[in-house]
């Protein structure tokens, strides 16, 4: 393993922000990985993995150990089903493709979502009314202090709305290596629930669609909202939606009847940030080189030369105007390093 000093992490970031790594070493295995973790020499280790839901602040004084492990692996099918095993380094959407054509289903909705696999757990991503978890078996994650591989069941990570063991009571203290998924391989839970995905297949006169056709019309919706991060740095969506009490949302619906929400369940309801912050006037507008995106309010950019720090006072503006006018507290969805 090299370990290279002062690396930029620009490019390492789908932000775009300019920070230096003071020292950095690419992770190719999960035997590197220990390795790398018993650097004596380098007490202060920082994991990097996509950079997709990252927002840096200020340079990394720590050895960066960015993990590109790579590999899939079946471990087991019938004629219905396949268990496949993805390694952390694998890029989110280049994966799914991969499956799509294998034939294999459930990861559809989750197309064109940033980020490499091994991070995927962590956040448990979802887009379009799909989420990680539901087609979760496990994941093997390295405890960072002495090494051991431990395997994560679902009910071990205790999957929550963007939320999970990692990010809770076990953060800081794994590292997933890679990710079992439980696919479809025919009779595939075709999920059109959301009125996007339906209006786009009708617009394209697919009436019977298959899994790759629900990736597209994905991957169209998205393309057509959220910039590219290779043209315009983002993170994706900046914020969670807020998800309220029954109490709550009686309280802010009286006060509100023009607002959009979800029913997610008796006691809760889902209000859309983007909706929230839009509405407060922000969609569009720029701050220096720190901006809100013009199709998707939810998303934070780039302009150029934004600093972190600039990026996440935009989003400390957003959440105190948003908490004024309506009384809910957005949070961030990105991790922050400050």
């Known amino acids: 393993m090299k ?99 294998q034939g294999y289903g459930g990861l559809e909705n989750m197309s064109l979502i940033p980020g490499n696999t091994g991070t995927a757990p962590i956040q448990n991503i979802g887009a379009y009314g799909v989420e990680l978890k539901d087609n979760f078996v496990s994941c093997e994650a390295m405890n960072i202090e002495d090494q051991s591989i431990q395997t994560f069941t679902k009910d071990d990570c205790n999957f929550g709305y963007r939320d999970s063991f990692f990010k809770n009571e076990g953060k800081g203290q794994y590292i997933i290596t890679s990710v079992t998924f439980r696919l479809t391989k025919e009779n595939h839970n075709l999920n059109t629930s959301y009125g996007a ?60 009847p023009e607002a959009r929400y979800y029913k997610v369940t008796d006691d809760q309801y889902k209000v859309p940030a983007g909706w929230l912050i839009e509405q407060c006037g922000f969609k569009g507008k720029r701050y220096g080189d720190a901006g809100v995106h013009k199709n998707q309010a939810l998303v934070l950019v780039n302009h150029g030369k934004a600093t972190g720090k600039e990026i996440l006072d935009l989003a400390k503006r957003i959440i105190d105007k948003v908490f004024e006018v309506y009384k809910i507290t957005i949070t961030p969805e990105v991790n922050i390093i400050k």
């Open 3 to 101: 370990i290279q000093k002062n690396i930029s992490l620009k490019d390492h970031n789908t932000f775009g922000i300019e920070a230096l790594a003071k020292y950095f070493c690419e992770i190719k295995s999960v035997n590197a990985l220990k390795n790398a973790l018993q650097f004596d020499d380098y007490p202060n280790k920082f994991i990097l993995s996509g950079g997709s839901n990252l927002l840096i602040t200020k340079d990394i004084d720590a050895l960066v150990l960015h993990i590109n492990i790579k590999g899939k692996d079946i471990l087991e099918e019938d004629n219905e089903y396949v268990l496949l095993k993805v390694m952390a380094g694998e890029i989110w959407h280049d994966m799914i493709l991969w499956c799509l054509d």
């Open 197 to 256: 995905i339906e209006g786009e297949l009708k617009k394209q006169g697919i009436v019977k669609p298959s899994i790759k056709d629900i990736s597209n019309a994905v991957v169209t919706i998205r393309q057509s909202k959220l910039p590219d991060p290779k043209k315009l740095g983002n993170s994706g969506s900046f914020f969670k939606n807020p998800v309220l009490t029954k109490l709550e949302f009686n309280t802010f619906i009286t006060a509100h």
